[in-house]
């Protein structure tokens, strides 16, 4: 390890605080909520998760807030990602991989059209409840 | 008696932010086979009396820790300088601040291992309230010196998780440069 400066230290605080700027709901118009329950992580949503955090970079979308949460109920679809976007219905997605991710973005959030071979419901009533 | 030198610090640098210290200096010093600790402080300072209590195990300062019936830092260091032929000053008095001075002999093999000093100081950063707290060590020639406002300026904060990583990472970058890894 190189030994570390104060200026070093605060250019790295500056680098984390851009890091978890998509998950902070400020500013924010857009959602990916990805499901990271045990059976998500399971499924791999960690590299869901850091496949949209990267798209979204990629695309200089700051727009999008990406969050995470709970099993959403479709454990046998994981990993599942809600996506919300203002003027489009909200969607769960499931079996989204790291290249599902980057088309989620490109086509749902960028060009609003809805990935259909990824479309979940949502679970039955009283499942969730 | 303490499991590293990092821990004694620990308990001595804590006696002194506990001592209503505005300013605390800890110098850590080695020199050939010699490691000198000096924590500065000018909080509220001994009188004999308590300076002869302080050396007691089963005494603590009224009010401090309430709950606890035992004040074990100084008394701990003392039994490490007797077991491993070390040496322990103290310079106190009422009104003027507490200067505590040890000195390991590191040819000794019970001296107790560094520890993870990066660890002992970034949460001696992080302690609350609002002295300023300097740390100056050397390794022979090479060294590094840092002050608690400096790094709250750098981080922004220092009670986070976040800057405790941080804070940790400077350490750890500076100690591993001092120790030649």
Redesign the interface.
């Known amino acids: 390890?190189?030994?570390?400066t104060?200026?070093?230290?605060?250019k790295?605080?500056e680098e984390?605080i851009a890091e978890l700027n998509p998950r902070n709901m400020e500013n924010k118009d857009a959602q990916v909520i990805v499901g990271m329950g045990t059976c998500g992580i399971a499924a791999g949503a960690k590299a869901t998760f850091d496949a949209f955090v990267q798209e979204l970079d990629a695309q200089g979308l700051q727009n999008v807030a990406v969050r995470q949460t709970g099993c959403m109920g479709l454990c046998s679809s994981e990993p599942t990602v809600k996506v919300v976007v203002s003027g489009m219905p909200e969607i769960i997605y499931g079996r989204v991989d790291s290249e599902t991710a980057r088309k989620i973005v490109n086509q749902h959030i960028i060009r609003k059209l809805l990935v259909n071979d990824h479309i979940y419901d949502r679970p039955a009533a009283d499942i969730v409840h | 008696m303490h499991p590293t030198i990092s821990d004694a610090v620990a308990d001595i640098v804590q006696n002194a932010f506990e001592a209503a210290a505005g300013w605390v200096e800890l110098k850590m010093v080695r020199q050939g086979d010699a490691l000198r600790v000096q924590v500065a402080d000018n909080g509220r300072g001994m009188d004999e009396q308590t300076l002869k209590r302080a050396m007691d195990p089963f005494w603590t300062e009224e009010g401090k820790h309430p709950g606890r019936k035992v004040g074990l830092g100084l008394p701990f260091l003392k039994q490490t300088m007797d077991q491993t032929g070390g040496i322990l000053e103290m310079d106190t008095a009422p009104g003027r601040g507490t200067v505590v001075k040890f000195e390991f002999d590191l040819t000794n093999v019970d001296v107790p291992p560094l520890g993870d000093l990066a660890e002992t100081l970034s949460g001696l950063m992080a302690y609350p309230g609002g002295h300023e707290f300097v740390v100056s060590r050397r390794e022979e020639a090479r060294g590094?010196d840092?002050k608690r406002s400096?790094?709250r300026?750098?981080?922004?904060g220092l009670e986070s998780a976040?800057?405790l990583a941080?804070?940790k990472?400077?350490f750890?970058?500076?100690e591993?440069?001092l120790v030649g890894k």
């Open positions: 390890m190189a030994k570390l104060l200026s070093d230290l605060k790295l605080r984390k | 590094y840092v400096e790094l300026n750098a981080l922004g976040g800057s941080l804070m990472q400077f750890a970058s500076n591993e440069e």
